[in-house]
């Protein structure tokens, strides 16, 4: 996995969670430490340096087992959208190509002999 370290602060119910995930993660260091008056929090470090922090405030030890494997499973890097390329086809519209004139102001009288871009 790509994380370093994941150090996990937990409240009560949280130190069995823990253990299970570091049981089940040898390769994962997991550093637990209490803060009093402090909401848990997991924080993950990984290897390039990159830091997330994932609240577990009120969550069941399930939950917190899943997003802690989340974070073991992130790869630390910033999330970029992917732009993908429309693709228009070879064949032109049966319309016509738009233009700004198509509905509005210069555009040619409609053949019931109303006004472009004006409703009624």
């Known amino acids: 996995a790509a994380a370093a370290a994941v150090a996990a ?3 009560e119910g949280g130190a069995t969670v823990l253990e299970r995930f570091a ?3 040898p390769q994962v260091e ?3 430490e209490e803060r009093n008056g402090k909401h848990p ?3 993950a470090e990984y290897i390039n340096g990159a830091t997330r922090t994932a609240p577990l405030r009120n969550f069941d030890p399930e939950l917190i087992h899943e997003h802690l494997n989340r974070l073991r499973d992130h790869h630390g890097r910033k999330i970029t959208r992917v732009r993908r390329r429309i693709d228009r086809g070879a ?3 049966v319309q016509g190509a738009w233009h ?3 509905h509005g102001a ?3 009288p409609r053949l019931d002999g109303s006004e472009p871009g004006v409703r009624r």
């Open 100 to 102: 700004g004139t198509t």
């Open 91 to 93: 064949t032109s519209s």
């Open 106 to 108: 210069g555009a040619q």
């Open 41 to 43: 929090t997991a924080d």
């Open 30 to 32: 997991v550093v637990a």
């Open 23 to 25: 049981r089940e993660n």
């Open 9 to 11: 602060r937990a409240g």
